[in-house]
């Protein structure tokens, strides 16, 4: 009986949090499709890619910690709110946080929205940012 589609998410997060490369990929479909509509040119398709990138992410980050904040799913698609942290190799903390959307078949990523960035600690307050639309620049 298959899962559900948080299931897979969990164990997403349980293989992040071991640093387990394998398990980690384990979670993707082969033909995986990823997409960041807020960077288009870091689409890519397949799980080889995947590996890639977290390979690099748990080199980087021998600390990298991963929480899975809030999931809700809606038939094969999961919604997650994740926070991600760790030290840089050269001691210079990193967290990043969003939003992914999952397409889950046969409990596998089949496809994925990813809305995360990294977490500014040091900007400006919200009429700073405000600033930017009265005088784009």
């Known amino acids: 009986m298959p899962s559900h589609p948080i299931d897979t998410i969990e164990r997403l997060r ?4 071991r640093h387990d490369l394998d398990a980690f990929v384990a979670c993707f479909a082969p033909d995986y499709r990823s997409e960041q509509p807020n960077h288009p040119n870091r689409a890519f398709s397949g799980s080889h890619q995947v590996r890639r990138n977290w390979s690099t992410m748990f080199e980087s980050m021998p600390d ?7 999931a809700a799913e809606h038939g094969d698609t999961v ?7 760790g030290t840089l190799r ?7 946080g969003g ?7 046969n409990d596998r990523i089949a496809w994925g929205r990813l809305y995360t960035e990294d977490i500014e600690t040091g900007g400006g307050d919200i009429d700073a940012a405000m600033d930017r639309f009265r005088r784009p620049g």
Do not use: C
């Open 14 to 17: 349980d293989a992040m949090n």
């Open 64 to 70: 990298f910690r991963a929480e899975l904040l809030r």
């Open 79 to 85: 919604w997650s709110e994740w926070h991600w942290y």
């Open 90 to 96: 050269d001691g210079t903390p990193k967290e990043i």
């Open 99 to 105: 939003v992914i959307l999952a397409g889950i078949q």
